[in-house]
């Protein structure tokens, strides 16, 4: 692989960054709004000294313009006060941008993070195409502190991307977009090597994909991919054949919202920034320093559910199948639960009923994750996750945030991906 120093078109690069970015979106209506507010309010309230100090958070109320300065304060320090040496790449990279977005200092952590791009190795043709999402969040951050370093390392991560051929990723075809469109919109024209259309090509690329998954109802993959997936397809340079219908895509995401599908934190920091108007290269033109934003004085909640002391049945089976797994088991229990409770109760009754469903979690960006049952854990070596299920299809929200119904048969399912 080539590594190329544009020396003579050093000075150019003072003013690449300058390039107009090609945008295609459309606005939240007014009358909606309030759900929007809603949802910002949910997130920013989740910002504890207690809680996961979580830099998508931050990114998307900056981005937004926060509405509780006291956590964009808490929040920021805890993040600059993190030990990169804990933090993956992907994490660091978020780290650096969210700190961006609060216009503190992040000149060590960049340091590390291009070193660790610099000894990158990118991963085989046939590798998952969720090894790129890390490394396409360094790109990005990178690219917005010194677009001119980074390009041997983007041209490498887009070269490699151009090889993959493994099933395509919703959430890392969207991340990758935004780095190389970045690095698209950042780059000289007319350099000597044609970086431009490297990037280019991978863009076409991806972003026909992405279009690609784009369902009759708007949504592109999943709910909760499709704000990232926004994002993309609202800055990239390179425009999908089929032309993307943001209206149609933007109220499906309010209808999704107003039925109450994000409530995780996580998920509303992948959606906000889109439902203002904003991505994520967008970060480093943050205004700190801004008066705070004005509360919403009446924001929109659903009317709360009717308080319930029925209790409900919910079937818990634990399944491990797997070959060079060596305990296999495949046990059902009846666990009975407070209706409305969330499905970790119901973990946690069927563990307080019986030592045979044990388990263990830890907390992430996305809430509580269940790492471990009967001490059969995960292995990011061995590609291994317990999967929840129901009645055969994965759940679309945490054990800290699913709520089963009544004779709802759970499956934690041992797997691989």
């Given at each position: 692989?080539?590594?190329?120093?544009?020396?003579?078109?050093?000075?150019?690069?003072?003013?690449?960054g300058t390039?107009?970015?090609?945008?295609?979106?459309?606005s939240?209506?007014?009358?909606e709004?309030?759900?929007?507010?809603?949802?910002?309010?949910?997130?920013?309230?989740s910002?504890?000294?207690?809680?996961y100090?979580?830099?998508?958070?931050?990114?998307?109320?900056?981005?937004?313009?926060?509405?509780n300065?006291?956590?964009?304060?808490?929040l920021t320090e805890?993040?600059?006060?993190?030990?990169?040496a804990?933090?993956?790449?992907?994490?660091?990279?978020?780290?650096?941008?969210?700190?961006?977005s609060?216009?503190?200092d992040?000149a060590?952590?960049v340091?590390?993070?291009?070193?660790?791009?610099?000894?990158?190795?990118?991963?085989?043709p046939?590798?998952?195409?969720?090894?790129f999402y890390?490394?396409?969040?360094?790109?990005?951050?990178?690219c917005?502190k010194?677009?001119?370093?980074?390009l041997?390392?983007?041209?490498?991560f887009?070269?490699?991307?151009?090889?993959?051929?493994?099933?395509?990723?919703?959430?890392?075809?969207?991340?990758?977009?935004?780095?190389?469109?970045?690095?698209?919109?950042?780059?000289?024209?007319?350099?000597?090597?044609s970086?431009r259309t490297?990037?280019?090509?991978?863009?076409?690329?991806?972003v026909e994909?992405i279009s690609?998954?784009?369902?009759?109802?708007?949504?592109?993959?999943?709910?909760y991919?499709?704000g990232l997936a926004?994002?993309?397809?609202?800055?990239?340079?390179?425009?999908?054949?089929k032309?993307?219908?943001?209206e149609?895509?933007?109220?499906t995401?309010?209808d999704?919202i107003?039925?109450?599908?994000?409530?995780?934190?996580?998920?509303?920091?992948?959606?906000?920034?889109?439902?203002?108007?904003?991505?994520y290269?967008?970060?480093?033109?943050v205004?700190?320093?801004s008066d705070?934003?004005?509360?919403p004085?009446?924001?929109?909640?659903?009317?709360p559910?009717?308080?319930s002391t029925?209790?409900?049945t919910?079937?818990?089976?634990?399944?491990?199948?797997?070959?060079?797994?060596?305990?296999?088991?495949?046990v059902?229990?009846?666990?009975?639960?407070?209706e409305?409770?969330?499905?970790?109760?119901?973990?946690q009754e069927?563990?307080?009923?019986s030592?045979t469903?044990k388990?263990?979690?830890?907390m992430?960006?996305?809430?509580?994750?269940?790492?471990?049952?009967?001490?059969?854990?995960e292995?990011?070596?061995?590609?291994?996750?317990?999967?929840?299920?129901?009645?055969?299809?994965p759940?679309?929200?945490?054990?800290?945030?699913?709520?089963?119904?009544n004779?709802?048969?759970?499956?934690?399912?041992f797997?691989?991906?």
């Open positions: 692989m080539a590594w190329l120093v544009l020396f003579l078109l050093s000075h150019l690069w003072a003013t690449a390039s107009t970015q090609v945008r295609s979106s459309c939240v209506p007014s009358e709004e309030p759900w929007v507010d809603r949802i910002q309010v949910l997130m920013e309230n910002v504890t000294r207690s809680s100090p979580n830099p998508s958070i931050l990114i998307a109320m900056n981005l937004a313009g926060p509405y300065v006291e956590a964009q304060k808490l805890e993040l600059v006060a993190s030990d990169t804990d933090l993956t790449m992907g994490q660091l990279a978020l780290n650096i941008m969210a700190l961006t609060s216009c503190r992040t060590s952590k340091s590390v993070l291009q070193r660790e791009m610099q000894r990158w190795t990118p991963p085989g046939h590798e998952e195409a969720v090894a890390g490394p396409s969040l360094a790109v990005l951050a990178l917005q010194n677009s001119e370093a980074t041997p390392v983007a041209a490498g887009a070269k490699a991307l151009l090889a993959n051929t493994s099933p395509f990723d919703v959430d890392t075809g969207a991340v990758a977009t935004l780095a190389l469109t970045c690095m698209y919109n950042r780059t000289p024209v007319g350099s000597g090597y970086y490297l990037f280019g090509q991978v863009l076409k690329s991806i994909n690609r998954r784009v369902t009759d109802s708007g949504i592109i993959g999943d709910i991919s499709t926004m994002q993309a397809l609202s800055v990239t340079p390179e425009q999908p054949s032309k993307w219908d943001c149609k895509t933007m109220a995401v309010l999704e107003k039925q109450g599908k994000f409530q995780n934190p996580m998920s509303v920091a992948q959606i906000l920034p889109s439902l203002k108007g904003k991505t290269l967008d970060v480093p033109h205004k700190c320093g705070q934003v004005t509360p004085s009446d924001p929109i909640f659903p009317s559910a009717p308080t029925s209790n409900i919910v079937m818990y089976t634990i399944n491990n199948q797997l070959r060079g797994v060596e305990l296999l088991f495949n059902t229990t009846e666990v009975s639960v407070k409305g409770s969330v499905l970790l109760v119901v973990l069927a563990q307080r009923k030592a469903f388990f263990e979690t830890v992430t960006s996305w809430g509580l994750m269940v790492t471990s049952i009967n001490n059969i854990a292995n990011a070596n061995h590609k291994t996750y317990w999967q929840f299920l129901s009645n055969g299809t759940l679309d929200a945490g054990v800290a945030e699913y709520v089963p119904f004779h709802e048969h759970i499956l934690a399912n797997t691989q991906y």
